[in-house]
């Protein structure tokens, strides 16, 4: 199956020919060039360099051909981070400003606190990991749904052999939940009875989110959330990362499969 990797609004490539930009025109793939009056200022500056290097290559000059794939593949990078932050951020409430962080672990609780709400709306949640590009660089973690499959996982090999499962203990909310003006702290405890080990988990979950326009409202999830990070940290301090990248790879292959 080809990975299609979006670097714009229309234009896309596929990993194993990533100097081909194209786009979708009455449900078929075309050539993006073919189309350049309908693309954005910046999809028009990746295609024209990839029709300047189509150019070049025709004319086989192999120094102006390193130039400009030189040129060309720090465009794409920069165009693919881009819509991976676009596309993640578009999970979250369109009404919420984007946050002005791109780091990977910003991401993950954007994304982790969407799954939370989701849940709560009874949704089912199947991403169990988070892949995308950052920086140029393939980053990948582990998701709040994730964790609870492998939590179960390990619960279920633990029963094979006698043993007790992960057990998260109630959160007490008078015991552990603190809260500040701006912020709710949560405090949870997970149990490996097949080992014995126990962890506790913090969160810190602001208790106010900045729309588009600069104001601030209460977030009516916000005690939710930080319960939910905090339980989610207390089980992933317990889960070793052999297990994680295991489950990672059964996750991955049988997502190539199902698509």
Not at 156 to 180: F, S, Y
């Amino acid at each position: 199956m080809r990975e299609k990797i979006s670097v714009g609004e229309k234009v896309f490539v596929y990993t194993d020919s990533p100097y081909l930009p194209l786009t979708i025109v009455n449900n078929k793939e075309i050539n993006a060039w073919d189309v350049m009056d309908t693309l954005s200022d910046k999809e028009k500056t990746l295609v024209k360099k990839a029709k300047e290097l189509r150019e070049a290559l025709d004319k086989k000059d192999i120094t102006v051909i390193a130039e400009i794939q030189k040129q060309y593949d720090a465009l794409l990078e920069s165009m693919k981070q881009e819509a991976t932050i676009e596309k993640w951020q578009g999970k979250v409430n369109q009404e919420i400003a984007p946050t002005e962080k791109v780091d990977e672990f910003s991401i993950f609780e954007k994304l982790d606190e969407q799954q939370i709400v989701e849940e709560l709306e009874g949704k089912v949640i199947t991403e169990y990991f988070y892949s995308f590009l950052i920086g140029g660089r393939e980053v990948t973690g582990i998701s709040w749904a994730g964790i609870k499959a492998v939590a179960r996982f390990m619960s279920m090999q633990n029963a094979q052999h006698g043993m007790g499962g992960i057990e998260i203990l109630p959160i007490d909310l008078e015991r552990d939940i603190k809260e500040t003006d701006q912020y709710i702290i949560a405090t949870a405890k997970a149990i490996d009875h097949g080992t014995g080990l126990s962890m506790v988990g913090i969160s810190k979950q602001a208790k106010y989110v900045t729309r588009k326009d600069g104001t601030q409202v209460p977030d009516e999830f916000a005690l939710v959330k930080a319960c939910s990070k905090a339980m989610r940290n207390a089980i992933r301090a317990l889960i070793p990362e052999s297990i994680i990248i295991e489950m990672y790879s059964k996750w991955k292959e049988e997502n190539k499969h199902g698509n």
